[in-house]
């Protein structure tokens, strides 16, 4: 788009129009903030700017600007007598730069998906990658339980799956799942420290933490593998044996 001024000047954001080799001097060799800058670095923002227009007398380019959107550099504003031309992240500008990046794609990722604190404080959000769900989860603490015990834990699901001593019981236990198949955990350790971790998310569903020991032997004597369909069992067998003593 073409705007005609008085005095024989025009504004144009046509990018094929810019003189990017005098941006580029200017810049360079003249602006205190990005004195230095290599032609190539100047070629690549005029390219990934959203927008430039750039300001021109009688055919000349005298003026240019860009959107600050390129992810290769930014502007600051002079403030003070040093004027801030350094954004390293030691740097007080790249420190609120960072923040602003970090908060921008906190908040994008609750809006996409929901990822949240809030929406990660769940035991099956981190069992779904071993193939859990939520019916295949009721079903696996169901069958450890009898008729009245397991209607009793589809109607509190939610508040179980959502405990936060619960979620942190199955969030260790899943990544010491993680060190196992990585190699830092030796397999011989395995029965060993699952079955004590197991322990500990039973006492988290029973409120019950002087029963640990019981807890490790009930689940010893099912004796789950070490496979992902395992692995879940015992996470429904330890979600189990807490809810039964919970209500004793």
């Not at 550099?73 to 031309?85: D, H, V």
């Not at 009245?148 to 969030?171: C, H, K, W």
Request: with cysteine; net charge positive; proline share 3%.
């Amino acid at each position: 788009m073409k705007k005609e001024l008085p005095g024989g000047y025009e504004l144009d954001d046509s990018a094929a129009r810019i003189d990017v080799a005098e941006v580029w001097r200017f810049l360079s060799k003249e602006s205190y903030w990005a004195k230095g800058r290599p032609y190539e670095t100047q070629k690549q923002l005029v390219q990934a700017a959203n927008r430039v227009v750039g300001l021109y007398h009688e055919n000349r380019q005298i003026g240019f600007a860009r959107t600050v959107s390129d992810g290769i550099a930014i502007a600051s504003r002079l403030t003070g007598k040093k004027p801030l031309t350094w954004v390293g992240k030691h740097s007080k500008l790249g420190e609120l730069v960072g923040r602003t990046v970090h908060d921008a794609i906190k908040r994008s990722l609750a809006l996409q998906n929901s990822l949240t604190p809030l929406g990660q404080c769940s035991a099956l959000v981190h069992i779904e990658r071993f193939g859990a769900g939520r019916q295949s989860m009721i079903e696996g603490v169901d069958s450890f339980l009898s008729a009245e015990e397991g209607q009793l834990f589809r109607d509190n699901f939610v508040a179980i799956d959502r405990d936060p001593i619960t979620v942190a019981a199955v969030v260790a236990l899943v990544h010491l799942r993680d060190n196992l198949s990585w190699g830092i955990v030796p397999e011989s350790c395995w029965r060993e420290i699952l079955f004590s971790y197991g322990a500990q998310l039973s006492m988290g569903v029973s409120g019950k933490v002087d029963r640990g020991l019981q807890y490790r032997t009930q689940l010893a004597s099912e004796g789950h593998g070490t496979d992902n369909p395992s692995f879940l069992r015992l996470i429904y067998h330890a979600m189990a044996v807490g809810f039964r003593d919970k209500w004793t």
